[in-house]
Nanobody, 126 residues
Framework: QSQLVESGGGSVQIGGSLRLSCATSGITDSLWSMAWFRQVPGKKREAVAAIDSRDIIKYADSVKGRFTISKDNAKNILYLEMNNLKPKDTAMYYC????????????????????WGQGTQVTVSS
């Protein structure tokens, strides 16, 4: 059974950095798609960054230049390096996966991911 477990969230000051990790299990396919999403209470979940087994990477405009998504295939861990954090980055961050490829233009589409973690909270304050 496929499982995702996020970690690395916490509280940080404006301009600080955090690295989120998503440990994957049961996803050993050679073709896969993974992404980070975030959600603020009362708002729709939004895509932050996506990556797949072809190393095609997408970022939301709001995080370009500040966030970096990567995957350690040997350890089966997905990462999200977040720098220059802003209060608007405060949210619950979720790791998502699909055991197949997604057309690149749809990599940031929430409904195409069918495996989700429980989330890790990120809070950015002054």
């Amino acid at each position: 059974q496929s499982q995702l477990v996020e970690s690395g969230g916490g509280s940080v000051q404006i301009g600080g950095s955090l690295r989120l990790s998503c440990a994957t299990s049961g996803i050993t396919d050679s073709l896969w798609s993974m992404a980070w999403f975030r959600q603020v209470p009362g708002k729709k979940r939004e895509a932050v960054a996506a990556i797949d087994s072809r190393d095609i990477i997408k970022y939301a405009d709001s995080v370009k230049g500040r966030f970096t998504i990567s995957k350690d295939n040997a350890k089966n861990i997905l990462y999200l390096e977040m720098n220059n954090l802003k209060p608007k980055d405060t949210a619950m961050y979720y790791c998502a996966a699909r055991r197949s490829l997604i057309v690149p233009v749809q990599q940031m589409t929430e409904g195409l991911y069918n495996i989700w973690g429980q989330g890790t909270q990120v809070t950015v304050s002054s």
